[in-house]
């Protein structure tokens, strides 16, 4: 009978010790390196030089925009090639535009398994814009969960078509339960009426005045792709920078940015 109490006893007191350790796991801070990349289709130099980038970068997490899947341009399935060729086996593909042959979209691909994948439609404006596409995954590395996004906004020079999706992104974010961070080209400068209108729930990881530019390639002179995250609280920045080095495989600079999930 002393035998079966001690013995359930040291059960108890592992058990114990488990939820302790697990409970720190959960409060220690994860590090997450990200990466926003429009790969212009892999139309300059194709889709092994858009591999070649993201390994040299080696992020978690990477939002791509401007994919074409089964297209001319693309004659297989760009999403899943490039998980191969990146070694980033988990992607998912938000699909914007059917075309004549294949479709186009943004793509999330990851190192850890996407789970609770979600991809929306975003509505444009009276300006003759494209439908453009909002997709998230629920990620989990070293015991923390967050959500990561991608998402491309209309292009027309008015920001009406830019709003009514800032709309939308938010209706559909601002209610999860986890932190989130999402990388775009969000054709917005930083003066622009977009970039506000996101920051009423986002916060931008650099400094709006002293963003680097992005766009064009080589010699950009503007920018329009961010990395932004929220709850502002729930992470710090270690380091947000423009990749301008990679300056011959698309007509955007790459942006990384390493967060510091708390």
């Known amino acids: 009978m002393q035998m079966k109490i001690l013995l359930f006893v040291l059960v108890w007191m592992g058990s114990v010790r488990s939820t302790e350790l697990l409970a720190q796991e959960n409060n220690k801070p994860v590090e997450i390196k990200t990466m926003t990349y429009n790969i ?5 130099m194709g889709i092994e030089a858009i591999a070649i980038v993201i390994k040299k970068v080696d992020p978690d997490v990477v939002s791509l925009q401007e994919v074409e899947r089964n297209t ?5 399935d760009f999403p899943k090639e490039l998980a191969a060729l990146t070694g980033m086996k988990y992607y998912y593909f938000a ?3 059917t075309l004549k042959q294949g479709d186009y979209g943004n ?3 990851s190192k850890y398994p996407l789970q609770d994948t979600q991809s929306f439609h975003l509505s444009v404006a009276d300006d003759g814009d494209d439908i453009r596409s909002l997709g998230y995954a629920r990620i989990e590395k070293e ?3 967050f959500y990561f996004a991608t998402t491309h906004l209309g292009y027309k020079l008015d920001d009406a078509t830019r709003l009514k999706q800032v709309g939308e992104i938010l209706s559909h974010v601002k209610d999860l339960k986890k932190p989130i961070i999402l990388g775009g080209d ?3 400068r930083p003066n622009s009426q977009t970039m506000p209108a996101l920051q009423k729930w986002f916060t931008v990881a650099c400094e709006a005045d002293a963003c680097e530019w992005t766009v064009p390639v080589p010699k950009p002179t503007y920018t329009c792709d961010w990395i932004i995250y929220a709850p502002s609280q729930a992470f710090d920045v270690k380091d947000y920078a423009v990749q301008f080095w990679a300056d011959k495989e698309s007509d955007h600079f790459p942006v ?3 967060f510091i999930l708390k």
């Open 256 to 258: 990384v940015g390493t």
């Open 186 to 188: 969000l054709n917005s």
């Open 107 to 109: 793509v999330i691909l």
């Open 95 to 97: 699909h914007a535009l």
């Open 40 to 44: 212009y289709s892999a139309r300059k």
């Open 72 to 76: 001319a341009v693309n004659p297989m």
């Open 143 to 145: 015991g923390k969960e």
